[in-house]
């Protein structure tokens, strides 16, 4: 066998099968996602939706959705994007530790908050 075509059929396998394990943690993210809002007493489809599923998460996160318009703003959509991952712990009772990791980490800590047992203690006042 020619190296070009063992070269091509061992990335074409590699490739398939990160494919396959990039849609799984897709679905298990959009599943988390899913918890996350139904704990919240949000329907859990909004998190199929795009752009309605961050005017959600920011019903939850705030109280209010329209708050997500402040993404709009160029420099501004920076720190309300930091604040929103902080006040999403926080409004799951999570402290400062936990807020900050899910700021770096917000896949893995959104399964964390999704599937672990976090209660949702209401949307948290203020500006941003």
């Known amino acids: 066998m020619p190296a070009n075509k063992l070269y091509e059929s061992l990335s074409s396998g590699a490739s398939s099968t990160l494919t396959i394990i990039l849609l799984i943690f897709y679905v298990l993210l959009v599943a988390a996602q899913w918890k996350i809002f139904s704990k919240a007493g949000e329907p859990g489809w909004a998190c199929l939706i795009p752009l309605y599923n961050v005017f959600v998460m920011f019903r939850v996160i705030y109280g ?46 959104t399964l964390i908050l999704g599937f672990g047992s976090a209660e949702y203690e209401g949307p948290i006042r203020s500006f941003i």
């Open 64 to 109: 209010s959705g329209l708050k997500c318009l402040l993404l709009l703003v160029p420099l501004l959509n920076m720190i309300v994007g930091i604040a929103m991952w902080i006040r999403l712990a926080q409004a799951f009772g999570k402290g400062l530790g936990f807020a900050i990791l899910t700021l770096l980490f917000p896949n893995i800590f």
